[in-house]
Nanobody, 123 residues
Framework: VQLQASGGGLVQAGGSLRLSCAAS????????MGWFRQAPGKGREFVAA????????NYADFVKGRFTISRDNAKNTVYLQMNSLKPEDTAVYYC?????????????????WGQGTQVTVSS
């Protein structure tokens, strides 16, 4: 499956952005979808994941209550709605697809990755 992330940009602290990740090539609904991020000088960290139906989600503690992951299988797209953004949310955000049967938080369990989209939050 090929993934294309979009929606990043520059926003002030407290603002919102919605990231999108469009999938193509294989049956989108077969995959657990995840969002990860990587800040300069840091490793890639888990942000959120959603199961095939969209009825089960998992979030990193630092985004709970601020970010919402969702998916539209008819449009082969997964979204990350980010509200109340903080400067520490600044990073390149990646979408990824996994054939795992659970909402895995481990990057190595995701076999397909998008190219990343930059999110910059100014203070």
């Amino acid at each position: 499956v090929q993934l294309q992330a979009s929606g990043g940009g520059l926003v002030q602290a407290g603002g919102s952005l919605r990231l999108s990740c469009a999938a193509s090539g294989r049956t989108f609904s077969n995959y657990v979808m995840g969002w990860f991020r990587q800040a300069p000088g840091k490793g890639r960290e888990f942000v959120a994941a959603i199961n095939w139906s969209g009825h089960s989600t998992n979030y990193a503690d630092f985004v709970k209550g601020r970010f919402t992951i969702s998916r539209d299988n008819a449009k082969n797209t997964v979204y990350l709605q980010m509200n109340s953004l903080k400067p520490e949310d600044t990073a390149v955000y990646y979408c990824a697809a996994s054939t795992a049967v659970v909402l895995t938080t481990i990057p190595n369990n995701y076999g397909y990755w998008g190219q990343g989209t930059q999110v910059t939050v100014s203070s």
